[in-house]
């Protein structure tokens, strides 16, 4: 056993250009997480051939290569041996990999971490405003009418809802103030602060400011000598991050300076008057004016450019994903989004979401191609349909890069998709998932033509990437003769390995394996699950749970095979050496393990039904993380069926997931 982690290790560090290349690493429950020094000397087609390596992809300076638990662990120690290197935790290797970043990333990094956090609350804001039109669009359900005008008695419901959906764009920079400020080090409730200065009533409304201007009717401070527009900052999105970023600059600085016994009182007052003042009279003018620029020029290119600017936008999207740069794009339409009132809402959604859709046909495509390759099959499989469901990190670099043609053919049908959704002016009235699912993001009078416009970016991807497969056929062979000798080479492997001893199981009369409910909660399908990995099947088929409670038991009879040393994650092994991942939340090794506690240990056996972990939902929740929790059958290709048998609520040990023959 230790052999193949020994070789493993050896063949990953080679593949990075060998120790001298290798800055740091770290490793999380199911991936090994390296910051190199040179990335252009990274071997991925030697890498996609190692045998225990599911998957790679870059982000944020970091490398990150798929393992899955039990292996990740052991691959690790021998690879820090090899590599001659100290062990680091997540963290530390998050600083280490924040160096290697250039301006230009750290910038499109923090606009990320920004807006992450706050974009439920945009989500829930968009959806309410789509109802909201739903109840007063004129036509939609009764001829002539809407459904106000029809039935006069939901007319308040209607005025309640819609006033639900304005109240988080309204108050979009306090949300943004104390998110911003928290990223820049600084106090969040000082940063909801300014945000709401800049939004005080007494201001001039932020809407009426270019009017005003023409009209020569807008308000002015006279502050020693210099006068200071009393205009407000609504539906404005740079400015008050740049005006967080300042107070928590100047709040770190009077930190250092500041006695400790006026802490409390001088360095909030001082924070706060300094970074608003410099609000109004520079940041605020100078940020309102990028702001501006940027969304003109997104609205440039989709209003004056029409379908020739959405086939270009469709067509870079995909790029930009490569790079990362996509985070960028939320600013602007974070800022359109704002201003949905006078603008009818944002053409991007549409135009991304064909995108991601034509990602996604490009991997079925794929799938239908290489019939002679099972790994890669179920790859672009389950990469196909995560994609078109918003998620395109495993189908752009787990099968449409790798293949090259396919990226070709899916930037095809995704630009004639984008080109078609801003031609028939698809709008969308909040963020949300940018696949098929994303209808319900859409304007009421748009919905239809969202529908076309994904079917034609489907199909066009589709075809193209058929008919470019066949120009590219050589290739293609190639790499799948190179998938079936690791798939054979890993079900030798398989093979070979013994099952745990002494582990009781339930059988049932056909043979076939159980898993039970190991936390109390909602059952989802696994491409629900909110991260791209998990939900993508690259460590696994098997299920997602939505918590009710924090309290995780044994699925069935086994032995603890491995545990996250943030204590967020355990694997087990079970009848007939089933290796299942029970992963609690999305993103939760960064919490370090606060909010955990470990009921057991690794190498205990343990009984179904037998508490492993408790977890406190509220601090994953209140930390800005998913509580969905991936329970993922990490082997289940060695066996000849996995189906999940129960979605929906499901209370512990229900039957959730039942296990073929081992092949």
Same mark, same amino acid.
């Given at each position: 056993?230790?052999?193949?982690?020994?070789?493993?290790?050896?063949?990953?560090?080679?593949?990075?250009?060998?120790?001298?290349?290798?800055?740091?690493?770290?490793?999380?429950?199911?991936?090994?997480?390296?910051?190199?020094?040179?990335?252009?000397?990274?071997?991925?087609?030697?890498?996609?051939?190692?045998?225990?390596?599911?998957?790679?992809?870059?982000?944020?300076?970091?490398?990150?290569?798929?393992?899955?638990?039990?292996?990740?662990?052991?691959?690790?120690?021998?690879?820090?041996?090899?590599?001659?290197?100290?062990?680091?935790?997540?963290?530390?290797?998050?600083?280490?990999?924040?160096?290697?970043?250039?301006?230009?990333?750290?910038?499109?990094?923090?606009?990320?971490?920004?807006?992450?956090?706050?974009?439920?609350?945009?989500?829930?804001?968009?959806?309410?405003?789509?109802?909201?039109?739903?109840?007063?669009?004129?036509?939609?359900?009764?001829?002539?009418?809407?459904?106000?005008?029809?039935?006069?008695?939901?007319?308040?419901?209607?005025?309640?809802?819609?006033?639900?959906?304005?109240?988080?764009?309204?108050? =979009?920079?306090?949300?943004? #103030?104390?998110?911003?400020?928290? &990223?820049? $080090?600084? !106090?969040?409730? @000082?940063?909801?602060?300014? +945000?709401?200065?800049?939004?005080?009533?007494?201001?001039?409304?932020?809407?009426?400011?270019?009017?005003?201007?023409?009209?020569?009717?807008?308000?002015?401070?006279?502050?020693?000598?210099?006068?200071?527009?009393?205009?407000?900052?609504?539906?404005?999105?740079?400015?008050?991050?740049?005006?967080?970023?300042?107070?928590?600059?100047?709040?770190?600085?009077?930190?250092?300076?500041?006695?400790?016994?006026?802490?409390?009182?001088?360095?909030?007052?001082?924070?706060?008057?300094?970074?608003?003042?410099?609000?109004?009279?520079?940041?605020?003018?100078?940020?309102?004016?990028?702001?501006?620029?940027?969304?003109?020029?997104?609205?440039? =290119?989709?209003?004056?450019? #029409?379908?020739?600017?959405?086939? &270009?936008? $469709?067509? !870079?999207?995909? @790029?930009?994903?490569?790079? +990362?740069?996509?985070?960028?794009?939320?600013?602007?339409?974070?800022?359109?989004?704002?201003?949905?009132?006078?603008?009818?809402?944002?053409?991007?959604?549409?135009?991304?979401?064909?995108?991601?859709?034509?990602?996604?046909?490009?991997?079925?495509?794929?799938?239908?191609?290489?019939?002679?390759?099972?790994?890669?099959?179920?790859?672009?499989?389950?990469?196909?349909?995560?994609?078109?469901?918003?998620?395109?990190?495993?189908?752009?670099?787990?099968?449409?890069?790798?293949?090259?043609?396919?990226?070709?053919?899916?930037?095809?049908?995704?630009?004639?998709?984008?080109?078609?959704?801003?031609?028939?002016?698809?709008?969308?009235?909040?963020?949300?998932?940018? #696949?098929?699912?994303?209808?319900?993001?859409?304007?009421?009078?748009?919905? @239809?033509?969202?529908?076309?416009?994904?079917?034609?970016?489907?199909?066009?991807?589709?075809?193209?990437?058929?008919?470019?497969?066949?120009?590219?056929?050589?290739?293609?062979?190639?790499?799948?003769?190179?998938?079936?000798?690791?798939?054979?080479?890993?079900?030798?492997?398989?093979?070979?390995?013994?099952?745990?001893?002494?582990?009781?199981?339930?059988?049932?009369?056909?043979?076939?394996?159980?898993?039970?409910?190991?936390?109390?909660?909602?059952?989802?399908?696994?491409?629900?699950?909110?991260?791209?990995?998990?939900?993508?099947?690259?460590?696994?088929?098997?299920?997602?749970?939505?918590?009710?409670?924090?309290?995780?038991?044994?699925?069935?009879?086994?032995?603890?095979?491995?545990?996250?040393?943030?204590?967020?994650?355990?694997?087990?092994?079970?009848?007939?050496?089933?290796?299942?991942?029970?992963?609690?939340?999305?993103?939760?090794?960064?919490?370090?393990?606060?909010?955990?506690?470990?009921?057991?240990?690794?190498?205990?056996?343990?009984?179904?039904?037998?508490?492993?972990?408790?977890?406190?939902?509220?601090?994953?929740?209140?930390?800005?993380?998913?509580?969905?929790?991936?329970?993922?059958?990490?082997?289940?290709?060695?066996?000849?069926?996995?189906?999940?048998?129960?979605?929906?609520?499901?209370?512990?040990?229900?039957?959730?997931?039942?296990?073929?023959?081992?092949?």
């Amino acid at each position: 056993m230790e052999e193949k982690y020994v070789k493993a290790a050896q063949e990953i560090l080679a593949c990075m250009g060998g120790k001298d290349n290798i800055a740091s690493a770290a490793h999380c429950a199911t991936r090994l997480r390296l910051v190199l020094k040179d990335e252009a000397l990274i071997d991925k087609d030697a890498l996609e051939n190692v045998e225990l390596v599911k998957g790679n992809f870059n982000n944020g300076g970091q490398f990150q290569i798929i393992l899955g638990t039990g292996i990740v662990n052991h691959v690790y120690a021998e690879f820090i041996k090899m590599a001659n290197i100290t062990e680091m935790t997540k963290e530390e290797l998050k600083k280490q990999a924040a160096k290697k970043m250039n301006p230009v990333q750290k910038l499109l990094k923090t606009l990320a971490d920004v807006f992450v956090p706050i974009l439920p609350a945009l989500v829930a804001s968009g959806l309410l405003m789509g109802i909201n039109n739903i109840l007063t669009a004129q036509g939609m359900f009764v001829e002539g009418k809407s459904l106000v005008e029809a039935f006069p008695k939901i007319k308040d419901f209607a005025e309640m809802v819609n006033l639900f959906s304005n109240a988080g764009f309204t108050f =979009l920079p306090v949300l943004i #103030g104390f998110s911003a400020a928290k &990223i820049f $080090g600084g !106090t969040p409730i @000082l940063g909801a602060v300014i +945000g709401a200065i800049m939004i005080h009533p007494d201001l001039m409304n932020g809407y009426g400011y270019g009017q005003a201007l023409l009209d020569g009717t807008v308000p002015y401070w006279n502050i020693f000598g210099l006068s200071v527009a009393k205009v407000g900052y609504q539906g404005t999105v740079l400015p008050v991050i740049a005006s967080a970023f300042c107070l928590a600059f100047v709040e770190k600085k009077l930190r250092k300076i500041v006695p400790a016994m006026l802490d409390n009182i001088v360095t909030p007052l001082l924070s706060v008057l300094i970074a608003g003042a410099m609000t109004f009279l520079f940041i605020g003018p100078v940020m309102r004016g990028v702001g501006d620029a940027m969304t003109n020029a997104v609205m440039w =290119l989709f209003f004056d450019l #029409g379908s020739f600017g959405g086939l &270009i936008y $469709g067509v !870079t999207y995909p @790029l930009l994903v490569i790079t +990362g740069m996509h985070h960028s794009l939320v600013t602007a339409e974070t800022q359109i989004l704002a201003n949905i009132g006078t603008l009818g809402g944002s053409p991007t959604f549409a135009v991304v979401a064909a995108a991601n859709c034509a990602q996604g046909a490009a991997a079925l495509a794929v799938m239908f191609r290489m019939k002679n390759d099972p790994k890669m099959k179920s790859l672009a499989s389950a990469s196909g349909i995560s994609s078109m469901l918003g998620i395109t990190e495993p189908a752009i670099f787990g099968v449409n890069l790798k293949l090259r043609y396919p990226f070709y053919g899916a930037l095809i049908g995704g630009g004639i998709g984008a080109a078609y959704a801003t031609l028939v002016k698809v709008l969308s009235v909040s963020q949300g998932p940018c #696949g098929v699912i994303g209808v319900i993001c859409i304007r009421p009078d748009c919905m @239809l033509q969202f529908m076309v416009s994904m079917a034609v970016a489907i199909v066009c991807a589709f075809a193209a990437t058929m008919v470019l497969g066949g120009v590219f056929g050589k290739k293609e062979k190639e790499a799948s003769s190179a998938g079936n000798k690791k798939a054979e080479s890993v079900q030798t492997s398989a093979r070979t390995e013994k099952p745990a001893a002494d582990i009781h199981t339930e059988i049932e009369s056909k043979g076939e394996k159980v898993i039970y409910t190991p936390i109390q909660g909602t059952v989802i399908l696994r491409e629900n699950i909110p991260d791209e990995t998990f939900a993508s099947g690259i460590l696994g088929e098997g299920i997602g749970i939505e918590p009710e409670t924090g309290e995780v038991v044994a699925p069935f009879d086994g032995e603890i095979a491995s545990i996250a040393e943030t204590r967020h994650a355990i694997g087990m092994i079970g009848p007939d050496g089933m290796e299942l991942l029970i992963h609690v939340g999305v993103d939760t090794v960064k919490m370090n393990g606060e909010g955990f506690a470990l009921l057991v240990s690794q190498g205990d056996k343990v009984r179904a039904g037998q508490k492993l972990m408790t977890f406190d939902i509220s601090k994953i929740k209140a930390a800005g993380y998913s509580t969905t929790t991936a329970i993922l059958l990490a082997n289940s290709s060695d066996y000849s069926s996995c189906n999940v048998v129960k979605t929906g609520k499901s209370k512990q040990m229900e039957k959730i997931i039942t296990v073929g023959h081992r092949q």
